[in-house]
């Protein structure tokens, strides 16, 4: 469970950072921070990859580790796309940020779900009452 809890964390931690980058990013105001972002990106998606890994060995229903592995490559190829989607000149040039946004907090949100189960499955199989 402590290597769960490195990963959650980890999550937490890095898309809290990640979420205050895009908002400076967006804001046009930092371009010169959207590698820094990216690279947290990168982290970001290894570190729901291992957290999806531990939660699939740790009992949690296989639907919800899919969900957050299918969630952590949707999230960098949104990413990576969402220049090529609409150009910055494009009125609606927001709504594909709109939507990375809620892409990314979603990642957290996968994270906290697994935490949450493998917490859930520890303590059925230690014999726990909760």
């Keep these: 469970m402590k290597t769960a809890s490195i990963f959650q964390n980890s999550v937490r931690g ?20 959207v590698p820094f972002h990216i690279l947290l990106g990168i982290l970001l998606v290894l570190a729901l990859f291992a ?21 952590a490559l949707v999230m960098p190829a949104l ?5 090529s989607l ?7 040039h927001w709504v594909i940020q ?3 946004l809620l892409i ?3 990642a957290i949100g996968m994270a906290e779900m697994l935490g949450s189960r493998m917490k859930k499955a520890g ?3 230690s014999g726990a009452v909760e």
């Design 98 to 100: 709109v939507v990375h």
């Design 86 to 92: 609409l150009p910055d000149p494009s009125a609606f």
């Design 51 to 71: 957290l999806a890994f531990v939660a699939a060995r740790a009992g949690v229903p296989l639907g919800l580790v899919i969900l957050t592995v299918a969630w």
């Design 14 to 33: 890095i898309g809290s950072l990640m979420l205050v980058l895009g908002l400076i990013v967006w804001t046009g105001s930092a371009d010169v921070l």
């Design 104 to 106: 990314g907090v979603g």
């Design 123 to 125: 303590a059925a199989s």
């Design 79 to 83: 990413g990576m796309a969402q220049e």
